[in-house]
């Protein structure tokens, strides 16, 4: 089995070429193997299945089929349509997520960067904020407002320290990553501090709308967009079982092709191989990343790190 390209990994992001895209299992960084989540004792996240065991349970979903009662999507839009409603749901994952989780070595080693990163990530947790916070390191958060539909034409973005978002039409946002890393929080965040931002791309119909939105070319700011024009990618803790990270793919895919910049996607840009780090892949997991023109490593996420830094000779 390949290992990953360690040395060229580290040149590229040294040099701030690479965005680290976070998925579910980065997250999940440093938990025990044989773990198990409870709601109200565990020192980590629980996974998507274990969240939606606990939503059905709450909710009494009426299915006892694995299909349905591991479907975070599926069992989230009974809870917020059939058995209470948005808000509870929610208040529900506020509560789940309003907590000092373990932070893990993806996200101290990503803080520790001696160069502004672009990192996006489709988690609603707050680890990769506080291990920047922990790191006295500024930063940027922009995520999308799904559940604030006053701004469904907008993304929010919190300067610095600031404890309330400006609001800015995707194509307009005044953001430059010459000094100051920026995380993307593409299917929202649970808002710890004010608490009252809080936003969940979660249920089957706000995936369908988020889609529609890429397709659009409104969920993702014009700045961004171009960075992922120039960059490479990281997939750390990503499955490609998952649908909506399969059709976000692709329409990213299209609307790299038709962003409108300055210059155009040169033919060195068109063959850029980007990396993927992910547990016990499928065949068929292997042959989607690599349509893709990404090279999948089977790798826990942690020992990826523990590499990263004896190249980079940081401890």
Same mark, same amino acid.
């Given at each position: ?29 440093g938990?025990p193997?044989?773990? *198990? ?21 709450? #909710? #009494?979903?009426?299915?006892?089929? #694995? ?17 209470? $409603? ?11 997520l /309003? ?25 609603? /947790? ?8 922990? *790191? ?17 034409? !907008? ?6 320290? !600031? ?7 995707p ?10 890393t ?6 929202? &965040? ?51 079982? /998952?649908?909506?990270l ?12 038709t962003?409108?910049?300055?210059? %155009?996607? &040169? ?12 547990? $016990? %892949? #499928? ?11 990404? $090279? ?10 523990? *590499? ?8």
């Amino acid at each position: 089995m390949p290992e990953p390209p360690y040395g060229i990994i580290v040149n590229q992001l040294k040099q701030g070429n690479v965005i680290p895209f976070l998925g579910a299992g980065a997250s999940l960084s440093g938990r025990p193997v044989d773990a *198990k989540w409870n709601d109200k004792t565990a020192a980590f996240l629980p996974t998507g299945r274990e969240l939606a065991h606990q939503l059905a349970e709450d #909710s #009494s979903l009426p299915s006892t089929e #694995s299909y349905d009662r591991d479907d975070l999507s599926k069992v989230s839009s009974y809870y917020a349509e059939v058995a209470a $409603n948005r808000a509870d749901l929610i208040g529900c994952l506020h509560q789940t997520l /309003d907590r000092d989780y373990q932070i893990g070595a993806i996200h101290r080693f990503l803080a520790d960067a001696d160069v502004p990163l672009l990192i996006v990530t489709t988690n609603y /947790d707050d680890l990769i904020e506080r291990a920047f916070q922990a *790191k006295g390191k500024p930063y940027h958060l922009v995520a999308y407002p799904t559940d604030h539909k006053e701004l469904a034409a !907008a993304v929010l973005w919190w300067k610095p320290g !600031a404890a309330d978002p400006e609001a800015h039409a995707p194509k307009s946002l005044p953001l430059s990553l010459s000094d100051t890393t920026i995380i993307y929080k593409m299917h929202g &965040t649970v808002d710890r501090q004010a608490n009252k931002w809080d936003s969940y791309v979660i249920t089957e119909e706000d995936y369908v709308d988020f889609l529609a939105r890429m397709t659009g070319q409104t969920a993702i700011p014009a700045r961004l967009m171009l960075e992922f024009r120039k960059r490479r990618f990281l997939f750390l803790g990503y499955g490609l079982r /998952d649908w909506n990270l399969r059709v976000m793919l692709r329409h990213l895919k299209s609307a790299l092709a038709t962003t409108e910049t300055t210059a %155009p996607l &040169t033919d060195a840009g068109e063959d850029l191989r980007s990396w993927a780090i992910q547990r $016990n %892949p #499928s065949e068929l997991e292997r042959a989607l990343w690599l349509a893709r023109k990404v $090279n999948i490593y089977d790798l826990e996420i942690d020992a990826f790190v523990g *590499k990263l830094r004896e190249k980079m000779g940081i401890a």
